[in-house]
């Protein structure tokens, strides 16, 4: 498969903080890449990098066969960027809006009436054409911010945290639309640190911890190599850390315990075993599905929102 | 350049603030000094007066001051002299003229003849001009005993006309083309004053821009730097030029402004639209914030008000105040914007004007470039 976007070793500095340090990855066409990490992990960074809003110091960007540093211009044809805050024009309409954004790529006339149509269409926003944007919803202001960048049909397109605090029906609108732009060939790079938003999109991922890249590659075959095999148990009678035979480590959990195991059946029979004997009352007791959430733990130590 | 030309002036036509500021609040004090100054100048100053003589020579010399064009006297019948006096030392009353009793009859038999004349220590022009009046009365009783006693010695109508002449003889010539109205006064002086108050629009959107994240996006576009500066300074270009024609305007069809030559108005507000939004430019990439922004704007506009001569006229300035005054945009503004209207200048006359304007936009200009790159770079952050 074809790279829409080769990094290599990209360092960033801010005076003597290092924003980015030595990170490498590269995204496949066509395919959604997710960019996982805490906030202040360096994701925006590397974001902005890709769209020349910012230089870098030193390694190698290549966006669709260009390369950042001396075709930048040509990338930025190519590229549509939706940032994470709302840069929309509040007190013109949306259509003046997407005017706006389309003629800022040479998008004139009727063209540029056909396209500002098709997004509206995409985004689901058609009877709000005309409205003010200060009239809008939260969600639906998000959903016009991502048809701006749509305007000029872009090969690639960079989300920034483009679903931090919408209603869950604009959500929903921009799964599908994301889905809906992969189909077509598109390729999508989804920057969050909700892992859930990207174990429901991508295909592959990058996990940025403190400026550096700790786990990349196909999503399933982190999960698999990452993930570990744990049990979540949940009993108000066990109050300190429950010990059995093939348990890990224990850790906390909302209301529970994840017991970490490299047998889940022996754990789990150890746990009804010893809950029937001491008359324990089990609220909960599951197998902890593999997910982002728990990579994520395994190799920071941290919990992502933390 | 078109896009952001385009976007931004609908932005500041849906901003009621801009039209607060550079259409509502300029036509209000062209109004309300209009409304003061223009009654103002058809006003008498009022001369308070007790006539204790109460005799034929003491009206006499009454109904001389009235006569006078621009004043006007006033008796109070209903409070005594004490009472009146102690007016004066309250601030009530400015002046009292009292002509005592006795008055009349001292005149007639050639003794001296007193007029108290009670005023406050405070320097008034009311006062002032009461008290020169009076001295001018006084003066032409001075000027008949002198007749007279010439008369009685035998000289003739022609002789004494002789004697009487002045060596110094004061001719007045009007060198204005015409009279100068208090629209004439006023209007450009305002216009001038409020076109620098689209400086702080300019720091609202370039700050608004930078701060909501929009102009990190737009560097994510083809959009060159060159452009975005070029369309953001054309559009309020745009909007000082129509504020200056609407204030114009409003001046002209609402209080017969004479505009004089067209043209040379025309490259004078053209030129001040250029210097005002270059200084603007670069206040907007100087300041950190909007509010450090704000406070600047303030001192171009009120000192530049203050010593280029728009509040009070530049001539009455302390010299040290009109040599600032010569540094300042509003002036040259100001000056040239009088000599189309009121001399009767064309645009050949105005050229040094024009010039010093378009100066101060492209100093305005040379220095926001210089911080530009800076502005756009802090995209990033």
């Given at each position: ?121 995409q985004v689901g926003l058609t009877d709000h054409a005309n409205s003010l944007i200060n009239t809008f919803s939260g969600g639906m202001k998000r959903r016009i911010n991502i048809a701006a960048a749509l305007l000029h049909k872009p090969r690639l397109l960079i989300l920034d945290e483009p679903t931090v605090g919408i209603d869950p029906q604009s959500r929903n609108h921009i799964f599908g639309m994301i ?128 | ?249 409003f001046g002209h069809y609402v209080y017969k402004l004479d505009l004089g030559n067209l043209p040379a108005i025309i490259a004078i507000v053209i030129s001040l639209a250029i210097c005002a939004t270059g200084i603007g430019l670069a206040i907007s990439f100087l300041v950190k914030s909007e509010n450090q922004g704000i406070a600047l704007t303030q001192i171009v506009v009120m000192g530049g008000a203050a ?73 990033a952050s």
């Amino acid at each position: 498969m074809n790279k829409a976007i080769d990094i290599k070793n990209l360092v960033k500095r801010y005076d003597s903080k290092t924003a980015l340090d030595d990170v490498s990855f590269s995204v496949s066409s066509g395919s959604c890449f997710g960019l996982l990490g805490p906030n202040g992990a360096g994701k925006s960074t590397a974001m902005k990098i890709l769209t020349g809003i910012i230089e870098y110091d030193s390694g190698s960007v290549d966006v669709l066969g260009f390369d950042l540093k001396s075709q930048k211009d040509d990338i930025r044809t190519l590229v549509g960027y939706v940032p994470q805050e709302i840069t929309l024009y509040e007190k013109l309409s949306a259509y003046n809006n997407l005017r706006f954004f389309g003629e800022l790529y040479g998008i004139k006339g009727r063209e540029l009436k056909k396209r500002i149509d098709d997004v509206l269409e995409q985004v689901g926003l058609t009877d709000h054409a005309n409205s003010l944007i200060n009239t809008f919803s939260g969600g639906m202001k998000r959903r016009i911010n991502i048809a701006a960048a749509l305007l000029h049909k872009p090969r690639l397109l960079i989300l920034d945290e483009p679903t931090v605090g919408i209603d869950p029906q604009s959500r929903n609108h921009i799964f599908g639309m994301i889905r809906a732009l992969k189909k077509d060939g598109i390729t999508v790079i989804y920057s969050t640190h909700y892992m859930e938003e990207v174990e429901s999109l991508c295909d592959e991922i990058a996990i940025i911890d403190h400026g550096r890249v700790i786990a990349k590659g196909d999503l399933n075959k982190i999960l698999d190599k990452h993930a570990v095999n744990a049990v979540y148990v949940e009993s108000e009678q066990m109050s300190k850390i429950p010990v059995f035979e093939y348990s890990g480590k224990v850790s906390k959990k909302d209301r529970g315990w994840v017991i970490e195991t490299s047998n889940i059946l022996g754990t789990i029979q150890d746990i009804t075993k010893k809950a029937m004997e001491l008359n324990m009352a089990v609220k909960e007791l599951e197998i902890v599905r593999p997910n982002l959430e728990t990579v994520f733990l395994s190799l920071t130590g941290t919990s992502l929102r933390d | 350049m078109l896009p952001v030309f385009r976007k931004e002036l609908q932005i500041l036509f849906k901003e009621k603030g801009t039209f607060f500021w550079l259409i509502i609040l300029p036509v209000a004090f062209i109004v309300l000094y209009a409304s003061v100054f223009g009654s103002a100048s058809n006003s008498n100053i009022t001369i308070h007066y007790i006539d204790q003589d109460n005799t034929a020579v003491s009206k006499q010399f009454v109904q001389t001051l009235s006569n006078v064009k621009g004043f006007e006297t006033a008796v109070d019948t209903s409070t005594t002299r004490d009472d009146q006096i102690e007016k004066i030392r309250n601030g009530k009353l400015s002046s009292l003229v009292i002509i005592p009793k006795g008055f009349g009859d001292n005149l007639k038999s050639g003794d001296k003849a007193n007029i108290e004349f009670y005023r406050t220590s405070v320097t008034d022009q009311t006062v002032e001009s009461a008290k020169a009046l009076l001295d001018n009365i006084i003066n032409s009783y001075r000027e008949g005993k002198i007749k007279s006693t010439l008369a009685f010695s035998g000289k003739s109508d022609v002789q004494i006309q002789q004697i009487m002449a002045s060596p110094v003889v004061l001719k007045e010539v009007n060198e204005d083309v015409k009279n100068v109205t208090v629209a004439e006064q006023l209007v450009p002086g305002m216009m001038v004053m409020f076109v620098f108050f689209v400086i702080i629009s300019m720091i609202r959107g370039f700050i608004k821009e930078r701060e909501s994240g929009m102009l990190a996006r737009l560097r994510s576009t083809p959009m060159k730097p060159g452009d975005y500066l070029a369309g953001m300074w054309s559009s309020f270009i745009l909007t000082v030029i129509i504020q200056c024609t609407a204030l114009l305007g409003f001046g002209h069809y609402v209080y017969k402004l004479d505009l004089g030559n067209l043209p040379a108005i025309i490259a004078i507000v053209i030129s001040l639209a250029i210097c005002a939004t270059g200084i603007g430019l670069a206040i907007s990439f100087l300041v950190k914030s909007e509010n450090q922004g704000i406070a600047l704007t303030q001192i171009v506009v009120m000192g530049g008000a203050a010593l280029g001569g728009l509040w009070i006229p530049f001539d009455i300035l302390p010299s040290f105040a009109q040599k600032i005054g010569y540094l300042m945009p509003q002036y040259w503004a100001q000056k040239g914007l009088q000599d189309v209207m009121v001399r009767g200048a064309d645009i050949s006359v105005i050229v040094p004007n024009i010039a010093v304007l378009l100066l101060f936009g492209i100093a305005g200009v040379f220095i926001a470039l210089l911080r530009f790159k800076r502005y756009i770079l802090s995209a990033a952050s």
